[in-house]
C-alpha cells in the first residue's frame, strides 16, 4: 500500500478491515487512542489527512468535502473533530454509484449527540479496535485458537508464561508505541493517556474532570463488578458534601461520556435466548479499555501488583477481557456484541459467554493460578446442566467449556471436557 508504515505489526483486524473495505463505500476505525488505528488504516489506505494536523481541521469545518480528496482508499484521520464529514462521507458513498473501499475514517471518540445527523448505516463499516491482545504484542503464541475451538480443533500447547511476564504484560499493556519498553517506563504511556483523555478530552464534552477522575478510580477499585450507580458514587464521594450535589444520573451520564471516549469496556449481561429481557436487565460489569489503565489508576506497577495478589486478579481478568474482545470480534460468525457474562439468580456464573451469530456459544472461567481450576471446571459444568436440562428453554449445549489460566504453561483437555487454556497460548 502506498502510505502503509515501516515496522507495521499486524493486527487481528486487519481481515475485518479489508472486508469492510469490499463490502463498503467507506469503513470507520474507532478505538481508544493510541491502539494503533491510524497505523492500521495507513496499513490499507493510499493516502491519508490528519484533521488535527495545521490548517486541516479549519478546511474540514469549512469545507469538508476538500478533506475527502486523496487516493483511495483515503484516510480521513480523527474525523471526529470536525463532524460534518461523516454525512459528507455519506453522501459521496451514495453519489460513488455503487464503488466500495474509498474512504476510511478513524477516530478515538464518539461525536457528540446531533453532531452527526445519519448513522451511515448500509453506507460506512464499522471496525471497533482495542489495544494489542498478547498474540498482537508477542506474548501469547496463539497456538491454542477460539475459532479452532468453536470448530473442535485443539492440540496441546505450551508457552513461556511466568508471573514476571505476566505482571509485565498488565503494566505494560497493548499500547503499540511501547511494546518493546520495560513496564515501568511504559506505563508512562497509560498515565499520560489517562491525563490527557480526562483534562482535556472529558472537558472537551462539557464534563467535569474532578467527576471523571473521581469515577474512573472507582472503576479500577470496581473491575469486573455490576456495581450500582448509587455505589459508584458513594465510592466517588463518600460522606462529601459533593456526593448529594452529584446525583446518580449524572454518574450514568459520566459513564456514557467514558464510553464515548473509548476509556470504558463494558461487558453486558447473557441468556440464553435471543429474545429474553433479561439479558438488557442485567446490570453491565465493566472493564477498563486495557490493563495497564487499572494499574495507572490505582498507583501501581509491576512490583506493587506482586505483592497483591487480589488486585493482580482483577487486573488480569481485565486483560483476559480485552484479549477475548479482540479474538471473538475476529471470529468468522462473530455478533455484533459477542462477549457477555453469565449470573443467575443462583450466584451460578461465568466470567464470559463468547456467543456467535448464528447462536452458538462458549463459556470461559478466568482464574490467575492454576490452583482454581477445579472448582471453576466444576463451576462450568454445573452450568451446563443446568442451562441445557430443562427441554422447554431449548437452550443448545456449548461448543465448548475452558477456564483461562493466567500463570499455567500447558494448554489440555481435562478428562471431563473442560479445556485449560494458558493466556500465552490463546490468540485468534
Not at 472486508?19 to 476505525?29: P, Q
Not at 497483591?308 to 455478533?335: H, I, M, S
Not at 490467575?368 to 471446571?377: C, M, R, T
Amino acid at each position: 500500500m502506498g502510505i502503509s508504515p515501516e515496522g507495521y505489526v499486524p493486527r487481528v483486524v486487519d481481515a475485518e478491515v479489508e472486508e469492510c473495505l469490499a463490502t463498503y463505500g467507506a469503513v470507520e476505525i474507532c478505538g481508544t487512542k493510541w491502539c494503533g488505528k491510524t497505523w492500521t488504516s495507513r496499513r490499507h489506505g493510499e493516502s491519508i489527512i490528519h484533521i488535527d494536523e495545521g490548517q486541516n481541521l479549519a478546511m474540514a469545518q469549512a469545507d469538508p468535502r476538500a478533506a475527502l480528496a486523496g487516493a483511495t482508499p483515503h484516510v480521513i484521520d480523527e474525523w471526529q473533530l470536525a463532524p460534518r464529514i461523516w454525512d459528507t462521507v455519506r453522501h459521496a458513498v451514495d453519489d460513488a454509484a455503487g464503488k466500495r473501499g474509498l474512504w476510511i475514517l478513524t477516530g478515538s471518540s464518539t461525536p457528540k449527540k446531533g453532531e452527526v445527523k445519519h448513522s451511515g448505516a448500509g453506507r460506512i463499516g464499522r471496525v471497533r479496535m482495542l489495544p494489542m491482545s498478547l498474540f498482537e504484542s508477542g506474548d501469547s503464541t496463539g497456538e491454542v485458537s477460539l475459532d479452532g475451538l468453536f470448530e473442535g480443533d485443539f492440540e496441546r500447547a505450551t508457552c513461556e508464561m511466568d508471573a514476571e511476564r505476566l505482571l509485565g504484560a498488565c503494566a505494560r499493556g497493548g499500547w503499540p508505541a511501547v511494546r518493546d519498553l520495560a513496564p515501568s517506563r511504559a506505563l508512562r504511556v497509560a498515565r499520560n493517556y489517562l491525563g490527557a483523555t480526562l483534562s482535556q478530552g472529558v472537558p472537551a464534552r462539557g464534563g467535569n474532570e474532578d467527576v471523571a477522575r473521581r469515577l474512573v478510580r472507582s472503576l479500577a477499585r470496581n473491575l469486573g463488578q455490576p456495581t450500582t450507580n448509587k455505589v459508584l458514587l458513594r465510592d466517588m464521594f463518600g460522606t462529601e458534601g459533593d456526593a448529594a450535589s452529584i446525583a446518580e444520573r449524572t454518574v450514568s451520564d459520566y459513564l456514557a461520556l467514558l464510553e464515548a471516549l473509548y476509556v470504558l469496556q463494558p461487558v453486558r449481561g447473557w441468556a440464553p435466548p435471543a429474545r429474553s429481557p433479561k439479558r438488557f436487565q442485567t446490570k453491565e460489569r465493566r472493564y477498563l479499555a486495557d490493563p495497564s489503565l487499572a494499574v495507572a489508576t490505582l498507583q501501581m506497577n509491576e512490583r506493587s501488583l506482586r505483592r497483591d495478589w487480589q488486585t493482580f486478579g482483577l487486573v488480569f481478568e481485565n486483560l483476559c477481557v480485552r484479549d477475548l474482545l479482540v479474538y471473538a470480534r475476529a471470529l468468522p460468525d462473530a455478533a455484533e456484541d459477542p462477549v457477555h457474562y453469565y449470573r443467575d439468580d443462583s450466584g451460578l456464573e461465568a466470567d464470559a459467554i463468547v456467543e456467535q451469530a448464528d447462536g452458538r456459544w462458549a463459556a470461559v472461567e478466568f482464574k490467575l493460578g492454576e490452583d482454581k481450576v477445579d472448582d471453576a471446571a466444576k463451576h462450568l459444568l454445573r452450568m451446563e446442566r443446568k442451562l441445557t436440562s430443562n427441554e422447554r428453554a431449548r437452550t443448545q449445549p456449548p461448543e465448548f467449556l475452558a477456564v483461562v489460566v493466567g500463570l499455567a504453561r500447558q494448554a489440555y483437555r481435562r478428562e471431563d471436557g473442560v479445556y485449560v487454556i494458558p493466556i500465552g497460548c490463546l490468540g485468534p
